[in-house]
């Protein structure tokens, strides 16, 4: 089965009611789409309130794709805001207790940084990772093109079959080292996960602060034709996994939800189970 949603659910006008307050995103996303990205995890390991009001706001078979904190994953600069890595990776653990409990978590995402590159070190990185997370659904996300070279392209697959590793596929630009080609293989035979960053080259290598990179990496809008050509990509992964998760990220322009959306169409894809939304009460 294929299950598409978006990454974050704060930024997607085309979800909400118009008479609906802030505080209510979440809920109006919840009656769009059966999965969500949880980016508020990579910026800070997320307190146990948090966690509580997402699932008290979203259908039971709701599912969040929860995003690995920047610390676990080489992202953090500077030191970590807690004792130790493996104090880190616990309060990490702890904080998904919630999601686990209501059979809401869908992976956890590790995405390593473009600087990772396809190394022992990195490669043994990996398995610590997995070793802290023991037991919890991992999906891995290369942002280096090392690992899907002609040397290395088949043992990192098979790496990750071994290791019992979810792929990350992706469609993002392709713009050098820091950007990876769309593999569409599958490691594990429960889950894939699909993401997709937009064909944006040029904004994909812009330097500048973190708020206007974020701003121009991700606008990109999906034509048609560019989202059919996807249909039998994400078909060849749904019959190798039992769910395919595909999360839509060129959210810089507003785009994704209609990106989204459409690609549900081309599927032919029906969700039950979906929120009440406001029209549908009346």
């Known amino acids: ?25 979440l809920k109006d996303y919840a009656g769009h789409f059966p999965i969500v990205e949880l980016d508020a995890s990579f910026y800070a390991v997320q ?24 610390g676990m994953t080489g992202h ?42 396809c190394q022992k070190q990195n490669v043994d990185y990996i ?10 659904p991992l999906a891995v996300e290369f942002r280096n093109q090392t690992w899907y070279s002609d040397e290395f392209r088949d043992r990192t697959l098979q790496f990750l079959k071994d290791e019992e590793l979810i792929h990350s596929v992706c469609d993002e630009p392709q713009a050098g080292e820091g ?39 991700y606008l990109y809008d999906y034509r048609e034709a560019e989202l059919k050509d996807l249909v039998p990509v994400l078909q060849k992964l749904d019959r190798a996994s039992d769910k395919v998760y595909v999360l839509f990220n060129n959210n810089s322009g507003g785009h994704a939800a209609a990106n989204a959306k459409t690609m549900i169409e081309l599927l032919g894809l029906d969700y039950g189970g979906l929120a009440p939304r406001q029209l549908d009460l009346f």
């Open 76 to 117: 953090q600069r500077g030191d970590i805001p807690f004792e130790s890595k493996e104090e880190m990776f616990k309060a990490f653990r702890l904080s998904l207790t919630t999601l686990i409990e209501a059979d809401k978590l869908g992976v956890v995402l590790l995405q390593y940084p473009p600087w990772f590159d």
């Open 179 to 217: 950007s990876i080609p769309l593999i569409a293989e599958s490691t594990h035979q429960g889950v894939t996960v699909f993401r997709l960053h937009g064909r944006n080259v040029a904004g994909w290598t812009k330097k500048g602060n973190e708020n206007s990179w974020r701003e121009v990496r």
């Open 127 to 136: 398995r610590y990772c997995k070793q802290q997370l023991e037991g919890l």
């Open 47 to 70: 307190p146990e309130r948090n966690m509580k009001k997402w699932v008290a706001e979203t259908p039971d078979s709701f599912k969040f794709i929860v995003k690995a904190y920047q």
């Open 1 to 25: 089965m294929i299950y598409i949603g978006l990454t974050g659910w704060g930024d997607h006008p085309d979800v909400y009611d118009e008479h609906s307050s802030k505080q209510d995103k």
